[in-house]
């Protein structure tokens, strides 16, 4: 669900920019110029959703590019750079750590 820090819906949804390879989790990015870049979208209930940019930063992205396959991030976006998501805010707040898998 959505905290009191993702209060502007899709205007704060994360983005992520990374590395290559395939994927090997239920995620996808959306909206950018090539495969391994755009908006972070996670598929839970068989409803796509995004992921709110409160605290998003490059260890969340890096995790997500090693779920994704890819080897790491090489950037990670915010305020919607990929452009606004559809569907539910499925997570906030996010924290990895850098030793995810």
């Not at 959306?30 to 839970?44: A, F, T």
């Not at 990929?82 to 995810?100: I, K, M, Q, Y």
Request: one cysteine or more.
């Amino acid at each position: 669900g959505q905290s009191q820090y993702c209060t502007g819906g899709h205007s704060q949804d994360a983005g992520v920019v990374c590395s290559r390879s395939s994927k090997v989790f239920p995620a996808k990015l959306s909206g950018g110029r090539r495969p391994s870049e755009g908006r972070v979208e996670v598929l839970i209930n068989s409803t796509w959703g995004t992921v709110c940019d409160y605290g998003w930063d490059l260890l969340d992205a890096n995790t997500v590019c090693k779920m994704l396959g890819y080897y790491g991030a090489l950037n990670a976006t915010n305020a919607a750079y990929f452009g606004e998501g559809s569907g539910p805010v499925w997570l906030h707040n996010v924290r990895c750590t850098g030793t995810d898998d």
